[in-house]
């Protein structure tokens, strides 16, 4: 009975770029990593004298000695950053043995203690974990380690804005691209800021949307299988109405091997605005089953599954939503919708003044709940007090505006007829 917003990329919300750590190189090491020979290593010092003597192998010096061990450390290091981005890369978001890759990762540390690229992957775990002050540290440290090193800038410029601090992230990702002109995250999140600002009058504003795309293509020339680039320039374009552009874009990105749930995302935005309910819905299912816990996605298909009157998938992908992210008051109202439709009629209301604790004044909560007083429980006069304080909350141009007065002149018609038995 209300009506709910289908997610696009990001939700017009700032974005954090955590960059894969599967694109992270092993610069500012030294060496190079050597393959492990295969041959069974030697059981005690005796066996190891007895084979160089029967080799014929001079002794080796204290130095050549500490060499070598340095140079297993190395390879050790090396095989466990290896292991370490492996498991983070081929994970599925959520489900990740972040313990076990943060124990290798630091093993890499005892090696390599300044190096950028391990420490970056710390803070993504930190991150991932919710640890936003370890997260910081660690982007810090790897941006102080390796001045050629932007990446770190780039996730905490992200964490500024995700705190509001505008103006900080903004210097952040400036400072950041004089280290590196091409680095994808600080150019991601300058042009998610200036969609912000294209949006800023309630429209996209086609020179500042100009200025969004420049810094992806110098995002894409940094990476250029970059997913979020790619699902952000389709977003752009989808925002300004080119769809079939903006189809284009995420084609591309499939043809490119990039098969990342934004894209599949934003391709179901794509689809709906073209007319093609069916293909929107299988896009934002193959989006979540890339990531199970993707927010835009399972809300999406929530709301779609809502207008099929399916209520069960709506209750299944809103409650994932609210696991995620409890505060969000339009999943929480679709989620009390959905427990109307499961005829839990009692967590519905619940849910309805949940949102109400959070909003009071919620026009579309106190809609629902009049709907529901009226529909379900048949309690006439507390529906028409809850129509009533809907019209005092809903702007003048609400769509359900006008159906609210007609069902209020309805039940009040209706409750002078039945007297007593106006409420059960």
Request: net charge negative; glycine share 6%.
């Amino acid at each position: 009975m209300t009506t709910f917003c289908i997610q696009g990329h990001g939700s017009g919300r700032y974005g954090l770029v955590a960059l894969a750590a599967a694109a992270l190189l092993w610069a500012g090491c030294g060496g190079t990593q050597t393959a492990a020979s295969g041959e069974e290593a030697p059981s005690s010092q005796a066996e190891r004298a007895e084979r160089r003597a029967a080799a014929a192998e001079p002794e080796l010096s204290p130095e050549e000695i500490a060499a070598r061990e340095a140079a297993a450390a190395e390879e050790h290091a090396r095989a466990a950053f290896s292991s370490a981005v492996r498991q983070y890369a081929e994970g599925v978001p959520g489900q990740r043995d972040l313990r076990a890759i943060r124990r290798q990762l630091l093993e890499v540390l005892e090696v390599f203690p300044d190096h950028a690229p391990t420490l970056f992957n710390l803070g993504l775990i930190a991150q991932e974990e919710g640890d936003l002050d370890e997260a910081r540290a660690r982007y810090q440290a790897a941006t102080d380690a390796d001045q050629s090193f932007a990446r770190g800038m780039a996730n905490l410029g992200a964490l500024e804005l995700a705190a509001g601090n505008v103006q900080a992230a903004i210097d952040l990702f400036e400072a950041c691209l004089e280290r590196h002109e091409l680095e994808a995250g600080c150019n991601i999140n300058l042009s998610l800021l200036h969609q912000q600002e294209a949006f800023g009058e309630g429209r996209m504003d086609r020179a500042v949307a100009q200025q969004a795309i420049d810094r992806l293509r110098f995002a894409l020339g940094g990476e250029s299988l970059n997913a979020e680039a790619y699902a952000n320039l389709a977003r752009i374009y989808y925002n300004l109405g080119r769809y079939e552009l903006a189809r284009l874009v995420c084609v591309d990105a499939y043809e490119l091997g990039i098969q990342a749930p934004q894209l599949f995302n934003q391709r179901g935005m794509i689809a709906l605005a073209q007319n093609d309910v069916v293909l929107a819905y299988q896009m934002f299912q193959e989006a979540a089953n890339r990531n199970p816990r993707y927010v835009d996605a399972l809300m999406n298909i929530g709301t779609m599954a809502l207008s099929f009157r399916d209520y069960e998938a709506a209750h299944h992908a809103l409650s994932v939503v609210l696991e995620e992210e409890p505060d969000r008051l339009d999943a929480r109202l679709a989620y009390g919708v959905s427990l109307r439709g499961l005829e839990r009629f009692d967590d519905a209301e619940a849910a309805y003044n949940q949102v109400l604790a959070s909003e009071p004044g919620h026009a579309a909560a106190l809609f629902n709940l009049a709907v529901l007083f009226q529909e379900y429980h048949q309690d006439y006069p507390r529906a028409v007090a809850y129509y009533r304080q809907f019209l005092e909350a809903a702007p003048a141009d609400h769509e359900r505006r006008s159906d609210a007065m007609q069902r209020v002149e309805v039940l009040e018609e209706l409750i002078e007829i039945l007297g007593g038995q106006a409420s059960r």
